[in-house]
C-alpha cells in the first residue's frame, strides 16, 4: 500500500492514476484545504478501483498513526504542502507550519514503521537564480526569497540529515513547472480563486472567466523578452514518481523533473493559441516582483536513475489544459 499525502491535489490526483495504473494500492490523505472531494469519485471512475481515503491534516501526529494502523503502508510520498509563493509571503508560519512541520510529523511517525521509500515532492525553487543553465542537482541551492521557496529547501535539508539515520530511502523530486492534465479531462488543476500560475490563467481567460492575461515583464533579457520556464506535464511528472519506487536509489538523492527545454511565456501563449484556435486576449505589463527571468534544467540524472524522461511536448501541455478548462464549463 502507499500512502499519498496531498492525494486530491493537482499533482496528487495524477500521482494517484499512475499508481493504479502499475498495480498499486493507494491511500490518500488529503485535508481539502486545495482541493475538493469530488476528486476522490473522479479517481475512481477513472481508474475503476477503490481508492483508500482519510480526511485529516498532515500536522496531526494522532490522525497520522492512526492511518499507519489502519493500512499496511510500504512506501510514502508526501505531496500535501502549501504551493503559493505570493500567498507565503503574507502567511510565512502558515507555510512554515503546514510544510515543515507536517514533514517532520510524517517522518517522526515513519520512525515507528518500516518504510521503503520516501518520496517528497520538492522544487526547482530551490535553486534561486541558479548562474548557469540548464541547472543540475550539483548546482548550489541559491537565495530564494519567499517563505515557500525556504520551506523547500529546509524541509531538503532535514530529510538529508534524517538520511543518515533512517531505514528507508529518501527522494526528493524537484518539479519544474508542472502543466496540463490527464487526457480524460477528468481531472486536472482545480485553482481556488483567481489563479497565480501562466496556464490556468491562459485557459481560464480562453474560456471567458478572465478578461486578459496580463504577462509580468516583457524587458527580460530573453529571446522575445518574456520569462523562460520549463514546462513539463503532469502525467509525465506523475509517472516519474512511480518510477522512483521501483528502483534503489540509495539513503537521499535530489532529482530535477524537467525538460531542459525551455519556453517564453509568449511561445506558451502561441502554442496555445494553435491548439485552442483561440486568440488570446493579453497585454504586457511589469513584471511580477520574485520572478526569475529564466530558468531550465537539466534531467539527464532522472534519466538515469530512474530511466525516466518527459514524453509530452508542449503541444500536448496545452491540449490536455484546455481540453480540462471546457470540461470544468459542462
Ligand atoms: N505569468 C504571467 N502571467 C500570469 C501568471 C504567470 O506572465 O498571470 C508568467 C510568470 O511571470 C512567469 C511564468 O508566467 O514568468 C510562469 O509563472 P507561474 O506562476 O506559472 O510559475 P512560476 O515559475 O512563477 O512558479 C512555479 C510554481 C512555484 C515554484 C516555481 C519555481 O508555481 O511553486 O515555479 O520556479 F516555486
Known sequence: MILLTGGLGYIGSHVAVELIKQGYDVVIIDDLSNSEYSVLERLSELTDTEIYFELGDVRDITFLTGVFQRYQIENVIHLAAKKAVGESVHKPLHYYDVNVSGLINLLKVLEDHRVKKFVFSSSCTVYGQPD?????ESTPLGDTPSPYGKTKQMCEQILESVAKVAKHQIVSLRYFN??????????????????NNLVPFITQTSAGLRDELKVFGGDYSTPDGTAIRDY??????????????????????????????????LEVIKAFEEVSGIEL?????????????????????AYKKLQWKAELGLTDMMRDAWNWQQGLAK
Open 132 to 136: 548557469q543553465l540548464p541547472v543540475t
Open 281 to 301: 486576449n493579453y497585454t504586457i505589463v511589469e513584471r511580477r516582483a520574485g520572478d526569475l527571468p529564466e530558468i531550465y534544467g537539466d534531467p539527464s540524472l
Open 232 to 265: 513539463i506535464h503532469v502525467v509525465d511528472l506523475a509517472r516519474a514518481h512511480v518510477k522512483a519506487l521501483m528502483v534503489d536509489l540509495g539513503a537521499h538523492i535530489a532529482l530535477n523533473l524537467g525538460t531542459r527545454q525551455g519556453y517564453s511565456v
Open 178 to 195: 508542472p502543466v496540463g492534465a490527464h487526457h480524460s479531462g477528468k481531472i486536472g488543476e482545480l485553482p481556488k480563486g483567481v489563479p
